[in-house]
């Protein structure tokens, strides 16, 4: 298992998560969402505590990205949802992107220097560890925030097969035209390449709906994905795998180094 790859501040870490908590409550408070407002009240309190708990207590847990060791994971916080023990306070890294970096890692070759790679709406740190691990080989895009370059996913200006991965999470359920979306993924890989993609499932839920207008209570989303999402895929002509940490780590390993379960969904071309 890997000791960590990129260098971070704490200190600068736990203040930007006591910020963002801080600020995100005095945002709710404006919307009226009070639920909201609590949910970062009390994560400001974790925080606090969990400061204390890896000065005083056994280092119980790691982060592969960045080599941090403390006594729990902190809170992740934001418009509908609340992630008690999940983001790296060091680096600010998720669950879901330490998941992300062991299955490219341990199932893929993605690491492999003349694999290339395109990312929609990366990852501050994850972004950082690609380039310093992969070169020229890789490019990230968003509308918005740190991206590489500014672009949409449903307009990509890349040529046809050019890269061997897309990497694109937690983004589909923000995009309100998916086909265009799926259509430009797929006109981009390579026959070769796999798009990993991951989107919050409703597992309450068999079949996805869309919302009449986004969500403002869940960061916007235009729809909430069911358990469909894999036949949903495979009607624009892809090949679907599905893959979790638990295809390949223990249990012990998974909470030491506070992973995610939630699966992650290889498209392959037909």
Not at 39 to 67: H, M, P, W
Not at 157 to 170: A, G, I, M, R, T
């Amino acid at each position: 298992m890997r000791q960590g790859y990129i260098s971070s501040n704490i200190f600068l870490g736990r203040l930007r998560l006591l910020y963002r908590n801080i600020r995100f409550s005095i945002y709710s408070l404006k919307k009226g969402y009070f639920d909201f407002v609590r949910n970062a009240i009390y994560s400001i309190g974790i925080i606090i505590r969990c400061f204390f708990s890896d000065i005083l207590l056994e280092k119980k847990v790691q982060c592969t990205i960045c080599g941090w060791k403390g006594h729990n994971f902190y809170p992740n916080t934001g418009p509908g949802y609340f992630e008690k023990g999940t983001m790296c306070p060091k680096c600010l890294t998720l669950d879901r992107h330490r998941s992300l970096l062991e299955i490219l890692d341990k199932e893929t070759f993605f690491f492999d220097l003349d694999a290339k790679c395109i990312e929609v709406a990366p990852s501050r740190t994850l972004q950082k560890l690609f380039l310093e691990r992969k070169k020229d080989n890789y490019i990230s895009f968003d509308f918005e925030r740190f991206a590489m370059e500014h672009g949409d996913i449903t307009k990509m200006h890349y040529p046809d097969d050019s890269c061997d991965f897309f990497l694109c999470l937690h983004v589909l359920e923000h995009i309100k035209d998916e086909e265009k979306a799926l259509y430009e993924i797929r006109r981009v890989l390579k026959h070769s390449g796999a798009a990993i993609i991951q989107v919050p499932i409703d597992s309450s839920i068999d079949e996805t709906y869309d919302y009449k207008k986004p969500s403002p209570k869940e960061t916007n989303h235009v729809r909430r994905y069911g358990l469909d999402f894999p036949s949903r895929m495979k009607k624009y002509d892809f090949i679907v795998d599905e893959y979790t940490v638990e295809d390949i780590l223990t249990d012990e390993e998974i909470d030491k180094f506070g992973l995610s379960k939630d699966s992650f969904f290889v498209l392959k071309k037909q």
